[in-house]
């Protein structure tokens, strides 16, 4: 949302397009993360019932998005209505993600988000080379580690997409909703407590 914001300023600044796009993208993340949290309170599914199905709910976004960019075949207008449809589309799927990690994976780093992690990561470097810094390399470094690998890997899946995206143009589309099924399939729950 924050690049969305600054995506807002220079279309309005600049006058570029899209802009109808960005202004509904919040709106459209807000309203998707209330009726989830509605139904899953409603619901008051078991945990890892509750993440399947925000897993599936995902997968049916992307799913929906991929078949709309592939029927639209591309996006040659920024403020047309194949771009805004696929979008909000778009945004709903990460809106989901984003209230999966919090509500389900919360002890995990952010998986949408780098700003606050990179963050973290400086905050932990700069502790490690002062000796007076109120973290213990101990609890810093571990952290560092697994914030790392998020970091590495939120890199490498923009690469990623970007080469698809050059190498298949709105097929790629086809990957998010396939790696999503990869992940509900892999999802193991949680072990019951006796």
């Known amino acids: 949302m924050t690049g969305n914001f600054v995506m807002i300023g220079d279309?309005?600044?600049n006058g570029s397009a899209g802009i109808l796009s960005k202004l509904l993208a919040l709106p459209m993340f807000c309203l998707t993360i209330l009726a989830l949290q509605s139904v899953a309170l409603r619901l008051s599914a078991a945990p890892d019932r509750a993440l399947r199905a925000m897993l599936a709910a995902k997968f049916l976004l992307?799913?929906?998005a991929a078949t709309a960019a592939i029927w639209f075949g591309g996006f040659p207008d920024a403020d047309g209505w194949p771009v805004i449809i696929v979008g909000m589309l778009l945004v709903a799927a990460m809106a989901v993600q984003n209230a999966a990690?919090?509500?389900?994976l919360a002890s995990s780093p952010p998986s949408t988000l780098m700003t606050g992690t990179t963050t973290q990561i400086m905050l932990d470097v700069a502790n490690?080379?002062?000796?007076?810094?109120?973290?213990r390399p101990e609890a810093v470094?571990?952290?560092?580690?697994?914030l790392g690998v998020a970091v590495l890997?939120?890199?490498l899946g923009c690469a990623l997409a970007a080469l698809a995206f050059v190498g298949l143009g709105v097929?790629?589309?086809v990957l998010p909703p396939i790696l999503t099924l990869v992940g509900i399939a892999l999802h193991r729950p949680e072990p019951k407590a006796v």
């Not at 490690?128 to 973290?135: E, G, I, V, W």
């Not at 470094?141 to 697994?146: G, V």
Request: contains cysteine.
């Open 11 to 13: 279309a309005l600044a």
């Open 62 to 64: 992307l799913t929906a």
């Open 101 to 104: 990690h919090r509500i389900h």
């Open 128 to 135: 490690l080379f002062y000796a007076a810094a109120p973290d």
């Open 141 to 146: 470094k571990p952290r560092l580690m697994k």
């Open 153 to 155: 890997a939120f890199a």
């Open 171 to 173: 097929w790629c589309f």
